[in-house]
C-alpha cells in the first residue's frame, strides 16, 4: 500500500514563497504520477501540478504556471513543490496523491485520476 505525507504548510505574506513536501511510502513505479491537489473553503478541489516520477514529466494548470515549480527526489521517494508569487487565491488544504499512470498526453490535473491521498497541509496568504 502508498502512503503520502504532505508538510511543508503555513502561513506566509502576498508575494512570498513556501515548499511544501510529500514523503511517499510504499512502491511505486517509473509510469506513477504524484500531484498536487488544494481545495479553498466552500470550492471543489483542484488539480494543480503533478510529476511523472520516471521521466520527471512535469505538468501545471493555468492558475500556477510559472509561479510554482514540482520536482522530485526519487532517492528520497520526495516530492515537492516550491510556490512563489503566493496570493491570496492560493490559500488552500494542499494534498499531495499518486496514480498509477502516467499523465504524458493528458490535458488536465483532474482530482479523480488519483488513487491514493494524503493528509493535506494548510496554506495560508494574508494581504
Known amino acids: 500500500e502508498v502512503q503520502l505525507k504532505a508538510c511543508g504548510g503555513g502561513t506566509v505574506q502576498a508575494g512570498g514563497s513556501l515548499r511544501l513536501s510529500c514523503v511517499i511510502t510504499?512502491?511505486?513505479?517509473?509510469?506513477?504520477?504524484i500531484g498536487w491537489v488544494r481545495q479553498a473553503p466552500g470550492k471543489g478541489r483542484e488539480g494543480i501540478s503533478a510529476?511523472?516520477?520516471?521521466?520527471?514529466?512535469?505538468y501545471y494548470s493555468d492558475s500556477v504556471k510559472g509561479r510554482f515549480t514540482v520536482s522530485s527526489e526519487n532517492d528520497e521517494n520526495t516530492v515537492y513543490l516550491q510556490m512563489d508569487d503566493l496570493n491570496a487565491a492560493d490559500s488552500a488544504l494542499y494534498y499531495c496523491?499518486?496514480?498509477?499512470?502516467?499523465?504524458?498526453?493528458?490535458?488536465?490535473?483532474?482530482?479523480?485520476?488519483?488513487?491514493?491521498w494524503g493528509q493535506g497541509t494548510q496554506v495560508t496568504v494574508s494581504s
Open positions: 496523491a499518486s496514480a498509477g499512470w502516467s499523465f504524458s498526453g493528458t490535458h488536465d490535473l483532474k482530482p479523480e485520476y488519483y488513487n491514493y
Open positions: 510504499g512502491v511505486i513505479f517509473d509510469q506513477w504520477t
Open positions: 510529476i511523472t516520477i520516471g521521466d520527471s514529466s512535469t
